[in-house]
């Protein structure tokens, strides 16, 4: 049998042999501190020059972002295994076989930068710095949720997390206003927002893009292009699937979704061109989601089994990232056992908490309505409903 303990600045590993205790210990100088590695090159519309062809990867960054995505994909599996009990009741869209996305965009901007994106929004509410807890809390709609538990899986926010938002495309006109505030305000920040393929042809995109041209607004559109609207593939809905493209006078890059370093190194060149004052810019991820759009969707209907395999096979962003660090000696397999044991633990305990933690009294339903007034009565069902909101 295999242990390890961590020791200080050595991995310690114990090995019991026919009754003999071996200790082998190896120091974390063993490992590769930082690598160079190859990422696919992206593909461009109206830029000369696009992100770098060539990532740096620091072991402490490599063991980061594989427990991040490692974090989200348990959380969501969680999230499933509570829906089949009906613990988590409504609307659950999961986010597992897009965690590149969220782990690598996160990487590459600042925790002051804003990020508003559509309903499956659980890896984001993580990124953006929300504890498991808190998200499995909401999810259960209990009172320490992120949303005191009223909100759910669509509306979670956060400090700089603008959500969660459960009307298709509609968070993306409210991400170029967020970005003209920031334009306003002369903070240099930027403003990522996020939407999937299945709200790519809404006009409300269009007159966001048109706006946010004309007053060059330091906004990041990203299309998470997970290959499926609901149950209708980019090919059946799009008459033109480069979603990058689709801004015209927009400046676009289509970027490997599955992979964090591409996202990573894409996103700072995305943000870097923001803050520079050129405008907006768009970027498609090309990602895949292992669930179906939500979990009345079986998911299977539409695509097939082995579509999916497949692509959890030769794609799947955690095991690419574990074996670029494996074969470039970052980190053990022991060591990265570990981190799932730790993960897994920590995501169990959230999960006691969640279905242990009391749901929201009644009194407390219209409560926050407004952020700061004094507190009003506010009209039920039926007359004699004696509700108050509290800011």
């Not at 299945?198 to 299309?223: D, T, V, Y």
Request: hydrophobic share 35%.
């Amino acid at each position: 049998c295999v242990h390890l303990q961590p020791l200080a600045s050595r991995l310690v590993f114990c090995c019991v042999l026919q009754g003999a205790r071996v200790v082998v210990s190896r120091s974390f100088t063993d490992f590769t501190p930082q690598v160079t590695l190859d990422i696919k090159k992206c593909d461009l519309h109206r830029l000369e020059d696009g992100p770098p062809e060539k990532a740096e990867l620091t072991r402490e960054q490599g063991l980061q972002y594989y427990r991040v995505m490692q974090t989200i994909r348990r959380m969501e599996l969680k999230a499933d295994q509570l829906y089949k009990q009906k613990i988590i009741r409504g609307f659950c869209h999961l986010y597992d076989g897009q965690e590149a996305c969220a782990a690598g965009i996160e990487a590459a901007i600042t925790p002051t930068d804003h990020l508003i994106t559509a309903y499956r929004a659980h890896g984001y509410t993580f990124t953006r710095g929300v504890s498991i807890k808190e998200i499995m809390a909401e999810l259960t709609g209990r009172k320490g949720g992120v949303a005191k538990g009223k909100g759910g899986s669509m509306h979670m926010y956060a400090p700089h997390f603008y959500g969660g938002n459960g009307i298709v495309g509609a968070q993306v006109p409210l991400g170029a206003g967020i970005a003209l505030a920031c334009q306003y305000q002369g903070n240099n920040q930027v403003c990522v927002t996020l939407y999937g393929d299945g709200a790519a042809n809404q006009g409300q995109l269009f007159e966001s893009f048109n706006m946010a041209a004309l007053w060059k607004l330091p906004c990041i559109f990203i299309c998470e292009n997970n290959k499926y609207g609901m149950g209708t593939s980019v090919e059946r809905a799009s008459a033109s699937t480069d979603y990058y493209k689709r801004g015209d006078f927009i400046p676009g890059i289509r970027v490997d979704g599955m992979d964090v370093l591409c996202v990573r190194e894409a996103t700072k060149f995305a943000a870097e061109h923001c803050r520079s004052g050129k405008g907006p810019i768009i970027m498609e991820l090309q990602t895949y989601r292992y669930h179906g759009h939500s979990m009345s969707d079986p998911g299977v209907s539409y695509r097939t089994r082995d579509e999916i395999q497949e692509v959890r096979s030769k794609s799947d962003p955690i095991s690419m990232l574990k074996d670029r660090m494996l074969d470039n000696n970052m980190a053990s397999v022991e060591e990265l056992k570990e981190i799932d044991i730790s993960i897994r633990k920590e995501v169990e305990e959230a999960t006691q908490f969640s279905t242990s933690d009391p749901e929201p009294p009644l009194e407390d339903l219209c409560n926050h309505i407004f952020h700061n007034n004094p507190p009003l009565e506010v009209r039920g069902t039926h007359p004699w409903a004696a509700l108050k909101s509290v800011s």
